[in-house]
């Protein structure tokens, strides 16, 4: 991912293996295989493409609290009493919220990506004017 959003060339090499002896220390199973390789997939699409999974997030819990306001809604002018199913307006406030926090937490790691591409620009211009000679 890293090299794709750099635009850099990616070139497939063939590697020779040696054949197995022992079973693999690495990982006690296929599914701990997977759910690592998940993770470190996970964090590296966050750590690269912020806005898309925080802004799916946002937008998602935003569309889903507003589900029980129209419940409410539908109630309040149905049976004409304000006090019954006061859930659905908490439920709403708090998916509300949380969509709230999906967009911070969105822009924050926008800009923490922005500045660690800034970082790894700077230090590859200080390696090739230090070691370019």
């Known amino acids: 991912?890293?090299?794709?959003?750099?635009?850099?060339?990616?070139?497939?090499?063939?590697?020779?293996?040696?054949?197995?002896?022992?079973?693999?220390?690495?990982?006690?199973?296929?599914?701990?295989?997977?759910?690592?390789?998940?993770?470190?997939?996970?964090?590296?699409?966050?750590?690269?493409?912020?806005?898309?999974?925080?802004?799916?997030?946002?937008?998602?819990?935003?569309v889903l609290g507003m589900i029980p306001f129209a419940r409410y809604l539908y109630f309040f002018l149905v049976d004409k009493t304000p006090g019954d199913h006061l859930q659905s307006l908490i439920a709403g406030s708090v998916l509300l919220v949380a969509s709230f926090i999906s967009f911070t937490l969105g822009i924050i790691a926008d800009l923490t990506r922005i500045n660690r591409a800034l970082n790894e620009e700077m230090l590859e211009q200080v390696k090739r004017a230090r070691f370019d000679k």
């Open 1 to 62: 991912m890293q090299a794709g959003s750099k635009r850099l060339a990616i070139a497939s090499v063939p590697i020779a293996t040696n054949a197995k002896t022992r079973e693999s220390r690495l990982f006690k199973s296929s599914w701990e295989h997977i759910y690592k390789s998940g993770t470190a997939i996970t964090r590296a699409f966050i750590m690269y493409r912020p806005y898309i999974v925080f802004n799916t997030l946002g937008i998602t819990l935003v």
